[in-house]
């Protein structure tokens, strides 16, 4: 069964920085496709960041530039540094991985193409 926790959430204001990580077990991050994703109150859940097994990154145009998904194998983690956050970063944050061990799309990322999910954490930017 596979097992992923995030954490790192809190409050920061406009411009400051947060690292979320997601505790992952019951598979193999190596071989593993994941990402991280959010949802904000009153909006659908949107990919934020993705990382494959060989490091190829997809991030989503809004973040791209500000934020930086990062696996570490050995801890079994995969963090997300986030940079310069603005109000509209405020969200829920999960992380994701798939069945499957590969990557649907390496241009895109869809919330129907994974499948097992964290609990999220929560990020609020006050401006």
């Known amino acids: 069964q596979s097992q992923l926790m995030e954490s790192g959430g809190g409050s920061v204001e406009a411009g400051g920085s947060l690292r979320l990580s997601c505790s992952v077990g019951g598979f193999t991050l190596s071989t593993s496709c994941l990402a991280w994703f959010r949802q904000a109150p009153g909006k659908e859940r949107e990919g934020v960041a993705q990382?494959?097994?060989?490091?190829?990154?997809v991030y989503e145009d809004a973040v791209r530039g500000r934020f930086t998904i990062s696996k570490d194998n050995a801890k079994s983690t995969v963090d997300l540094q986030m940079n310069n956050l603005q109000p509209e970063d405020t969200a829920m944050y999960y992380c994701a991985t798939r069945r499957e061990q590969y990557c649907a799309s390496l241009a895109y990322i869809r919330t129907d193409d994974f499948h097992y999910w964290g609990q999220g954490t929560q990020v609020t930017v006050s401006s």
């Open positions: 990382i494959n097994q060989v490091g190829n990154l």
